[in-house]
């Protein structure tokens, strides 16, 4: 199998548009929605990594991001004044934005603890993006001890209401075993989970587990390719450099069925059932 020398962290992907991407399973509050999607990067300080594999992909941590802007900038004005009260009452929603602003000092001086408090109040109402945002301050160890126990724990919360970057989250401690027992196979079902709603950092993690061939059967070149195909297509750096490097090594008929694959799993929600259909063919 092809060693490629370029590692990949998932925050490469980590736009802004991408914030779009499961925030409705997040079970968004009906409020106005945060002009420029609040999103910390851990992952420069100690990322989750892909273990050094063939392929030598990097899974990194990524905390939450809010909705896309609708009608209101969140964080203008006095921001907390505005805020605060409806925290206090309950809203989750108010409890996540306060968690933000603490945070990352948006409108107000930076205080970690301060902003763990508030992620966790709107976690343990079951938010979540809360949940997934605390568990990236256990896991980088901001505001709070550092402990993968518990990041691993708000991952999986968010994980189980269909939230898609904590899954892909959650599939990359498994995959290193932090906080959770290592298994490839358990890193497999996350990221594929993940990948089957349209995110496409799990996508690529999913395709680079089919290259290794972890936690699934064999390696299979056919399957990393129509994983990876629409990634390179939508101008994704590293998947057009990865493509290159795996269709060097592939039979023309290969690639003619990569590209197959890769047509079926372009639609949302559909990638999990193209995977089930091409391996059913090719275990024959």
């Known amino acids: 199998m092809m060693r490629v020398l370029s590692a990949w962290v998932a925050a490469v992907l980590m736009t802004g548009s991408v914030a779009l991407a499961g925030v409705a399973q997040a079970e968004t509050p009906t409020k106005a929605e945060p002009k420029k999607p609040p999103v910390h990067h851990p992952e420069h300080k100690k990322p989750v990594t ?49 968690g933000h602003m603490y945070c990352d000092g948006q409108g107000v001086a930076k205080d970690t603890t301060q902003g763990v408090m508030w992620y966790q109040r709107a976690a343990e109402q079951g938010y979540a993006p809360g949940q997934l945002a605390l568990g990236t301050m256990y896991y980088s160890g901001e505001g709070v001890k550092q402990d993968y126990t518990q ?88 998947a057009v450099i990865l493509i290159k490097q795996i269709s060097a090594q592939m ?14 799993v372009r639609a949302k929600n559909r990638l999990s059932a193209a995977l089930d259909d091409y391996e059913k063919v090719a275990s024959r």
């Not at 273990?51 to 802007?69: I, L, R, S």
């Not at 899954?167 to 989970?193: E, F, H, M, T």
């Not at 039979?251 to 079926?264: D, M, N, R, V």
């Open 50 to 98: 892909h273990a050094k594999t063939k392929a030598a992909a990097a899974a990194a941590v990524t905390a939450a991001a809010a909705p896309e802007a609708k009608t209101e900038d969140l964080y203008g004005g006095d921001g907390v004044n505005r805020w605060l009260p409806k925290a206090e009452k309950g809203d989750i929603f108010a409890q996540y934005v306060l």
């Open 151 to 238: 990041a691993a724990k708000w991952f999986q919360m968010a994980a189980d209401k269909g939230y898609s970057r904590a899954q892909n989250n959650l599939a990359a401690l498994y995959l290193v075993g932090q906080g959770v027992p290592q298994s490839d196979q358990a890193a497999v079902k996350w990221y594929r989970a993940a990948a089957n709603q349209g995110y496409q950092p799990a996508q690529y993690n999913l395709g680079m587990m089919y290259l290794d061939g972890r936690g699934v059967t064999k390696a299979d070149t056919v399957a990393a390719y129509g994983l990876i195909r629409p990634l390179a297509e939508v101008g994704n750096a590293q």
């Open 251 to 264: 039979s023309a008929e290969q690639i003619t069925e990569g590209q197959a694959l890769a047509e079926k």
